[in-house]
């Protein structure tokens, strides 16, 4: 006798029931933009519903996040000014410094987590310290600095830090760094496989973070790579992780849940800017249905392993998810 599958499918509530895959507001991460100055909030039209914010603005955006459950959000930092080593996010006085203790001093149980790295700081617009010998990114004098913006996000406040740089060892130096000067119980997030995807551009828009030469296939992973993607992660597991991390999600489902079956670690899918940017024009243009596409996708990335989710859609999510 053949099994009668649609038994479970007829009655909505018994669907529902049965239901192995959920989304709740719990469930995610939502990324802000500070910029310098006052009463500043600039769409980015790469990124329809995605803006630069000043400080006054992003405690705004988070009074209302906080008021329809979305208490987790990621910082990234826009500065004025920009050097070789990007020297603002090394100051206690950065951008993000700044941006976390007047969060904390309005809404002091949001959750934040900073973005670690030093694309959006230096003039050249990558992730460190440059080596003028190879004219790539030289990994052990960026983890030195790496340790030093780590302890200025963590005497603001940050609730957890999360580097996405993708240099070899920054999960060691960063938990010896916190550990050593007393915050030990600040977790960090890894970028722990982030790849050299395309996917990225429009994100490049809104933290005015482009790279003035070249491209960072000589840190970030190769897409490629699905064994290495797994190795990345576990040894970040091994060197202190409190959660490892994908990125980007869409195209990269079969990693999440290779993480996800090598790891008793939570496991964060970043559902980038490019994936946002596609769905959100197809859905301005009238090709889909924006709202029924946006879930559909990020049940997917809990479906593929993911525990939680940085989205660019969360706001709208937790909007829908709240009626």
């Known amino acids: 006798m053949f099994k009668r599958f649609r038994r479970l499918r007829i009655n909505e509530t018994l669907r529902n029931l049965v239901q192995e895959t959920t989304l709740t507001t719990n469930d995610f991460i939502y990324p802000l933009f500070v910029k310098e100055g006052e009463n500043i909030k600039i769409e980015v039209s790469s990124m329809p519903g995605v803006f630069q914010m000043s400080i006054d603005e992003i405690l705004k955006e988070c009074e ?10 990621i910082l990234f930092g826009i500065p004025d000014v920009k050097d070789s080593v990007g020297s603002e996010c090394l100051c206690e006085e950065s951008i993000i410094a700044r941006t976390i203790k007047a969060i904390k001093a309005k809404f002091p149980d949001m959750f934040i987590v900073t973005d670690l790295c ?4 230096t003039d050249h617009g990558h992730c460190g ?13 960026t983890l030195e600095i790496s340790a030093q913006q780590a302890i200025v996000h963590a005497k603001a406040g940050v609730d957890m830090i ?3 740089g993708m240099m070899d060892g920054i999960i060691e130096t960063l938990r010896t760094a916190l550990d050593e000067n007393g915050y030990e119980d600040l977790p960090i997030m890894a970028y722990s496989t982030k790849f050299a995807s395309a996917y ?10 482009s790279p003035s030469f070249g491209d960072r296939r000589t840190y970030q992973m190769n897409p490629a790579n699905r064994l290495e993607a797994l190795e990345e992660s576990l040894e970040d ?17 079969d990693v999440i849940r290779d993480v996800r079956n090598n790891t008793n670690l939570p ?5 980038v800017s490019g994936e946002y940017a596609m769905i959100k024009h197809a859905g301005n243009a009238g090709l889909i249905d924006y709202e029924k ?17 940085i989205t660019y859609h969360a706001k709208e999510a937790c909007e829908l998810l709240n009626k």
Do not use: H, W
């Open 237 to 253: 597991e091994k060197q202190g992780a409190d959660i490892l991390m994908v990125k980007p999600a869409l195209s990269f489902m």
């Open 162 to 164: 999360a580097p996405s």
């Open 267 to 271: 496991v964060c899918a970043y559902n």
């Open 118 to 121: 030093f694309c959006e700081y």
């Open 200 to 209: 990225y551009g429009p994100f490049r828009d809104v933290a005015e973070s």
């Open 64 to 73: 209302y996040l906080y008021s329809i459950g979305l208490k987790s959000i």
């Open 129 to 141: 310290i440059l080596d003028p010998r190879t004219g790539t990114v030289d990994n052990d004098k």
């Open 293 to 309: 596409v946006m879930m559909e996708t990020l049940l997917s990335f809990k479906r593929a392993g993911a525990d939680l989710i």
